[in-house]
């Protein structure tokens, strides 16, 4: 979060400039050169903001030079992995934006099943490289999203209840420091760094590569399972129970959402509201098929039953269409553990008023072998939470803005106090500090002394910002 004013470029000489540019690998845009309006545009549309300067690395040498440059001349400095943010910390005014999506290198080890990704990569530069090797690693539903900004928040999806969040399959992270050094974190070299950064966020350096344990996981059975609104209270209240029991070879996410109105959806349900579950299962056909039967049983046939094989790569690209870039995209979400009968009643009142039909609510299960990791292991708090609810605006409209912006506010002002009080930083809004804090609760104070320790000045504050100790 942007939290101090630091000069502009208007400071800063040319010649200075140039000799920066002319360091790098990558290249250099400033404010009104051609390519700027591409090159400064982030995944939301709703964030329109006009860096000074944009470097766009090719290395760890760039990375470095960039870091030093801001630094050096006190510009605000935000680092751009994928672009996805929703609060679009990846852009900043005035500043200077690092952006890493040169660097999208993936090297798959299948022998000692590891991929060591690059800073910049998305996540389907991910599912591209270890799909192959049949082999994957958890982390989130939309394959454009960047591998850096997920992982480093944490890392939610279709694999968690069986696998754990990203962070839990991160074995060492290659990090360029605010005094532009360059240190490795893992469980034996600068371990408290390690600590933060799963589940810090982009607060204490930039990460130039991951190294990731992978796992043999190549067709699952999985897909969306939809119901009519009117069969929502029932299923609810049938998921919260049987999802937290379920075995973790089987993930499945709640949904409110709009049928798009397009194929491959049947014609007969477009733009009709209704709740769904986005199942996926890693057991063989034959044994999900069983898992599956009574599920079907459960509440008659259902609207509509997209569930099947599908490679991990194709689940994991299942959403891009329906949410590309360049869209309005407004979120708000908190941790929840329970759902009671009230909270069931409020959430298919709004889910009845859902603004878009791109808008929609999800809640993501956080339990199984994330939730068995112990809390204090890694920076990340809500280890006993059993979802993550995010309420999501979304428009290809401006003029819808407004509206679902009301709506998700709404809707989660009604919700929150039924939640465990913080939020996942990877699905936030710019929401002040109370926010921050409580969505890192008692970890908020190491991770304050880490930051002292490895930030001391707050060069990187363009983020869910931890305040040095
Ligand atoms: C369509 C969509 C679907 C999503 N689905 C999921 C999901 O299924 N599961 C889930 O957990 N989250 C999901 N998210 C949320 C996503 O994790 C966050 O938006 C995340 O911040 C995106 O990372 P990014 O690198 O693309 O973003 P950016 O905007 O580039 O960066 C976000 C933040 O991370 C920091 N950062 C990024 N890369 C680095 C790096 N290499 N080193 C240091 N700091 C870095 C930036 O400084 C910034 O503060 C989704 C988001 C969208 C828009």
Same mark, same amino acid.
């Given at each position: 979060m942007v939290t101090e004013t630091l000069p502009t470029t208007r400071s800063i000489s040319e010649d200075a400039i140039t000799a920066v540019a002319a360091s790098l690998r990558g290249n250099l845009t400033q404010a009104g050169e051609a390519g700027y309006d591409e090159a400064r545009a982030v995944y939301n549309a709703m964030i329109d903001k006009y860096p000074a300067l944009i470097v766009r690395c090719r290395d760890v040498a760039d990375v470095i030079a960039g870091v030093n440059f801001a630094r050096d001349q006190g510009l605000l400095l935000s680092i751009r992995g994928g672009g996805h943010n929703g609060a679009g910390l990846g852009t900043v005014d005035d500043g200077l934006v690092l952006d890493l999506g040169l660097m999208h290198g993936v090297r798959v080890d299948p022998v000692s099943r590891t991929a060591r990704v690059e800073g910049g990569a998305l996540l389907s530069d991910l599912h591209h490289a270890t799909a192959p090797f049949g082999l994957a690693m958890p982390s989130g539903i939309v394959a454009?999203?960047?591998?850096?900004?997920?992982? /480093?928040?944490?890392?939610?999806?279709?694999?968690?209840?069986?696998?754990?969040?990203?962070?839990?399959?991160? /074995?060492? !992270?290659?990090?360029?420091? !605010?005094?532009?050094?360059?240190?490795? !974190?893992?469980?034996?070299?600068?371990?408290?760094?390690f600590w933060a950064v799963r589940g810090g966020g982009g607060n204490f350096g930039v990460v130039t590569s991951f190294l990731f344990k992978l796992h043999p996981i190549s067709t699952l059975y999985a897909g969306p399972m939809l119901w009519p609104l009117e069969r929502a209270a029932e299923v609810l209240r049938w998921y919260r129970e049987f999802i937290v029991n379920a075995p973790e070879t089987l993930n499945g996410f709640f949904a409110f959402l709009t049928v798009p109105p397009a194929l491959p959806f049947p014609e007969h349900l477009w733009n009709q509201k209704v709740c769904g579950i986005v199942w996926s299962c890693t057991l063989p056909q034959e044994q999900a098929e069983v898992t599956f039967a009574p599920i079907r049983a459960r509440f008659g046939q259902p609207a509509l039953d997209g569930v099947g094989p599908i490679s991990h790569q194709a689940l994991q690209s299942m959403f891009d269409a329906l949410y590309p870039a360049g869209e309005q995209w407004y979120w708000k979400s908190d941790f929840v553990n329970e759902i009671p009968d009230a909270a069931v009643d409020l959430h298919i009142r709004f889910a009845e008023q859902l603004p878009t039909w791109k808008s929609t609510m999800h809640l993501y299960p956080i339990d199984g072998v994330a939730g068995r990791v112990p809390r204090d292991a890694t920076a990340w708090n809500y280890r006993d939470a059993h979802w993550g609810m995010v309420i999501i605006g979304v428009s290809p409209d401006p003029a819808d803005s407004d509206r679902m912006t009301a709506w998700a506010r709404e809707y989660w002002s009604a919700l929150h106090p039924y939640s465990v009080g913080g939020a996942y930083v990877n699905m936030m809004m710019e929401e002040g500090q109370d926010r921050v804090r409580a969505s890192y609760g008692d970890h908020y104070d190491q991770l304050a002394r880490i930051k002292a320790k490895y930030d001391p000045d707050n060069l990187f504050q363009v983020n869910q910002n931890i305040k040095p100790a």
């Open positions: 454009s999203t960047g591998v850096g900004g997920i992982t /480093l928040g944490g890392g939610i999806g279709h694999l968690t209840r069986q696998l754990g969040l990203s962070i839990d399959n991160l /074995l060492e !992270a290659d990090v360029v420091l !605010a005094d532009g050094s360059f240190v490795v !974190a893992s469980e034996t070299e600068h371990p408290d760094l």
